[in-house]
């Protein structure tokens, strides 16, 4: 991708990251920049390395080799507390709810901690992700009893309230009805319109392309095809490696 | 910088409730038990108040141990490691002309700070492994402890200078173990009720997402160890002025305090304020009247833990709150005026 007008830095940019866990070798030499504004989607078959992806840029795990960079700043070394507090909100595939504390509670200490927020400013931003994922009717329940869509949406809710300038997003789609899938489509959009940066795994491509400027396929740990999101579906590569089946 | 869009409901006329009021009315008839507690030895007797002084190191190892297992979900089985520490703390000090009391004290301070260091030892360990672990830095602890000759070495040992009135040396004891227990009733439910409550409570829950949502999580947990290890070393210290020394360093740094700690913890509510409390005084209780019994006194220990866990699964304390949705205590955050939810949310609000 050409850089942004101005010379800025872009966003994110990965500089030849690998990753292994011991001889397993999950990802491979990827390098990708994404500009300020661009909203990413990275598709590719299961077990293709996209969440171990998303952990190396989120810092739940550490690059075997290469860089990371946010912003400009090499977040390489930095703990995943660190890179949330500059600006990384992620959600996780499997909602990972603090079970104990209400729907609130949750969307409040990560405002406190990653969006760096005291008081009523920390309370506002927290209601404020609750609104803006649907969920400010539930928030005196206990997140531990919330069904698994409500989760999903408190991953999203709760890394909202870190005040991201890049959010993660983690197959947040999965197993939701369409007009489920429209509504988060409307929210991701209108997140993204905040200036918010997204990167956004996802299986469900309908709702990705909605979304997204570009898009990335991810397939046994190595980029094969990146561009724009309708030239990538269409690519060979990118059907080959789902043996033209899930993209259909 | 915020990420408010347009949001269907709206965030704004939403009132956030900490429940100030409750909060201020239990810690007002705190502070009342606390005057009536203190002015108790003026009143009755030496030995009902000796007495009391067990219960009161009991609550404060039990609190303890649920601010660490509770709160933080950190399991230890080795807190009876720094019980004895603040126990044989009271000797040093008291050796070199401080009276007992203020022993105590400092001893607590002097643990605090060795718990420190500890804690980045203990922290390399996980689940099981840090419990493992926490018991055999204990049993170190013990080991170092009964190389010194001058603290009794292994022979225990008595305190050199204390009160010489016996009237005010168990006064002062009591008020000792009241103080005590006071403070680390107090510092638990102001810690809880702070941001690092909340931190504290989601590392328990989930530790990968809190660190996610930017929580420095060995910090906090770092934190709330020494708190308790302090906590503990001066329990251990009130348990060695009572007694007027320790008889057996391998019992104050037995893994038997660490099964009373869960016992009564487990017993009450695990990760409520109130239920190390009332576990404590289950086992004051059972302590007291069944103590003598010999062996039937653990198999009814042990029935009582047995039945608890199957029955009560949450504790004495928690199975009451959750059902009359009772808490003393608040340290939650609650909404108020939210509009009514809708669909696949449920509806009513479960939590204690």
Redesign the interface.
């Known amino acids: 991708m050409t850089p942004q007008p101005g010379g800025t830095a872009p966003i994110l940019e990965l500089v030849d990251v690998g990753k292994s866990f011991g001889d397993l070798r999950v990802i491979e030499r990827v390098s990708l920049a994404v500009p300020s504004g661009q909203a990413l989607g990275v598709v590719g078959p299961n077990g293709a390395g996209k969440s171990t992806l998303l952990n190396v840029i989120a810092g739940q795990e550490r690059a075997s080799r290469g860089s990371v960079h946010l912003d400009g700043a090499d977040v390489t070394r930095r703990s995943p507390d660190e890179r949330c507090r500059l600006g990384i909100g992620r959600s996780y595939q499997i909602p990972r709810p603090f079970t104990h504390l209400t729907v609130f509670e949750n969307a409040l200490v990560a405002a406190q901690y990653g969006g760096r927020l005291r008081g009523k400013a920390a309370q506002a931003a927290a209601l404020d992700a609750l609104a803006v994922a649907g969920l400010l009717p539930a928030s005196n329940v206990p997140s531990g009893q919330l069904p698994l869509l409500g989760r999903k949406r408190m991953e999203m809710a709760r890394a909202l309230a870190t005040q991201p300038r890049l959010l993660l997003l983690d197959e947040i789609a999965g197993g939701l009805t369409e007009a489920e899938a429209d509504e988060l489509v409307g929210t991701i959009s209108s997140l993204k319109r905040t200036g918010i940066n997204i990167i956004w795994i996802e299986h469900v491509v309908k709702a990705l392309v909605q979304v997204v400027d570009r898009l990335v396929c991810l397939a046994s740990g190595v980029l094969i095809k990146d561009g724009a999101p309708d030239e990538v579906l269409k690519s060979e590569e990118v059907l080959r490696v789902y043996l033209g089946s899930e993209l259909e | 910088?915020?990420?408010?869009?347009?949001?269907?409901?709206?965030?704004?006329s939403?009132r956030?409730d900490r429940d100030r009021g409750r909060a201020m009315l239990a810690v007002g008839l705190a502070l009342v038990a606390l005057v009536a507690l203190a002015a108790a030895p003026y009143f009755i007797g030496p030995g009902i108040t000796t007495d009391w002084g067990n219960l009161f190191y009991l609550v404060t190892l039990a609190s303890m141990w649920n601010l660490l297992a509770g709160y933080a979900g950190m399991l230890s089985v080795g807190q009876q490691g720094f019980i004895g520490l603040g126990a044989y703390g009271v000797f040093v000090f008291n050796d070199r002309g401080v009276n007992p009391y203020l022993s105590a004290v400092i001893a607590a301070a002097v643990v605090a700070a060795i718990a420190f260091p500890v804690s980045y030892l203990a922290f390399r360990l996980r689940g099981g492994y840090f419990a493992i672990g926490t018991w055999v830095i204990a049993e170190v602890m013990r080991q170092i402890i009964v190389r010194f000759e001058s603290l009794g070495a292994g022979k225990g040992r008595t305190i050199s200078a204390y009160t010489e009135d016996p009237i005010l040396r168990k006064a002062y004891t009591y008020w000792l173990a009241l103080g005590v227990m006071a403070v680390a009733l107090a510092a638990g439910y102001a810690l809880l009720r702070s941001?690092t409550g909340?931190?504290l409570?989601?590392i328990?829950?989930?530790e990968?997402?809190?660190?996610?949502?930017?929580?420095?999580?060995s910090r906090v947990k770092r934190l709330v160890f020494i708190a308790s290890a302090a906590g503990c070393a001066a329990a251990g210290a009130v348990i060695c002025i009572r007694s007027l020394g320790v008889a057996q360093p391998n019992e104050i740094f037995g893994v038997g305090y660490s099964a009373i700690m869960i016992f009564a913890v487990v017993i009450g509510g695990i990760?409520t304020i109130e239920g190390p409390v009332v576990g404590a005084v289950v086992y004051y209780l059972l302590d007291k009247y069944f103590g003598q019994s010999g062996v039937w006194y653990f198999v009814g220990l042990g029935l009582v833990a047995i039945l608890v866990t199957l029955f009560l699964p949450k504790g004495i304390w928690g199975e009451l709150a959750s059902r009359w949705h009772l808490s003393l205590l608040p340290v939650?955050?609650?909404?108020r005026s939210?509009?009514?939810?809708?669909g696949?949310?449920?509806a009513r609000?479960?939590?204690p």
């Open positions: 910088m915020t990420t408010t869009t347009q949001p269907q409901t709206t965030a704004g939403v956030v941001r909340l931190a409570q989601s328990r829950d989930n990968p997402a809190a660190g996610a949502v930017g929580i420095r999580v990760g939650g955050y609650r909404t939210t509009p009514h939810p809708t696949w949310l449920t609000d479960h939590r």
